[in-house]
């Protein structure tokens, strides 16, 4: 069973960043993928960034291609989410996931029910 944690929300202003932790316990860091979605007020959750269990494969969201950065540091059990360049349209709960997954990209890493297991989610508020 993992278990994961997140951290490092808040609230900030339009143009500025945030990088967002996950750190994960409870099961073998190395085998799984993992990655971030979001759920604003009255929205589906949505995918935002994956990345593959050696870090080298990562696959964003359209909406965050340039400006957000995925990565993870098997040191520390940690994946992080660098915002950068943030817009009141990211505000939302930000969720880490995270599968015991070991092929390569796929496709399902974009949706929410490839993933076992699911952080609390922390607040991330973007004000304009």
């Known amino acids: 069973q993992v278990q994961l944690v997140e951290s490092g929300g808040g609230l900030v202003q339009a143009g500025d960043s945030l990088t967002l932790s996950c750190a994960a316990s409870?099961?073998?860091?190395?085998?799984?993928?993992m990655a971030w979605f979001r759920q604003a007020p009255g929205k589906e959750r949505e995918f935002v960034a994956a990345?593959?269990?050696?870090?080298?494969?990562?696959y964003y969201a359209d909406s965050v291609q340039g400006r957000f950065t995925i990565s993870r540091d098997s040191g520390k059990n940690t994946v992080y989410l660098q915002m950068n360049s943030l817009k009141p349209e990211n505000t939302a709960v930000y969720y880490c996931?995270?599968?015991?997954?070991?092929?390569?990209?796929?496709?399902?890493?974009?949706?929410?029910?490839?993933?076992?297991?699911w952080g609390q989610g922390t607040q991330v508020t973007v004000s304009s």
């Open positions: 990345i593959s269990r050696t870090g080298a494969t990562t």
């Open positions: 409870g099961g073998t860091f190395s085998s799984y993928t």
């Open positions: 996931a995270a599968v015991n997954y070991v092929g390569p990209y796929s496709s399902s890493w974009s949706s929410s029910r490839f993933y076992a297991y």
